[in-house]
């Protein structure tokens, strides 16, 4: 899979966490090259994991998010 879309989906965080745990979900995930999380109700912090995601990961769209 190299392309993964979860947009407007209503997806939350994990409940007492502030970290975005959902993207350290993807750091096996050695083929994607584009991530699609918008317009969800994800909010916090990205994890320090963040800088081991793939390499070939082009795209990563937080928009519409409450990111910090």
């Known amino acids: 899979m190299t392309y993964l879309s979860l947009w407007g ?5 994990v ?3 502030r970290e975005l745990s959902i993207l350290t979900s993807f750091t096996n995930c050695r083929l ?3 991530v699609v999380l918008s317009q969800n109700h994800l ?3 990205l994890p320090a994991s963040v ?3 793939t390499t070939t990961l ?3 769209d937080l928009s519409s998010n ?3």
């Open 66 to 68: 409450q990111i910090e």
């Open 51 to 53: 800088g081991n995601l």
């Open 58 to 60: 082009l795209e990563l």
């Open 32 to 34: 994607l090259e584009k």
């Open 15 to 17: 409940p007492g966490n």
């Open 43 to 45: 909010n916090g912090i």
């Open 9 to 13: 989906n209503m997806l939350t965080n």
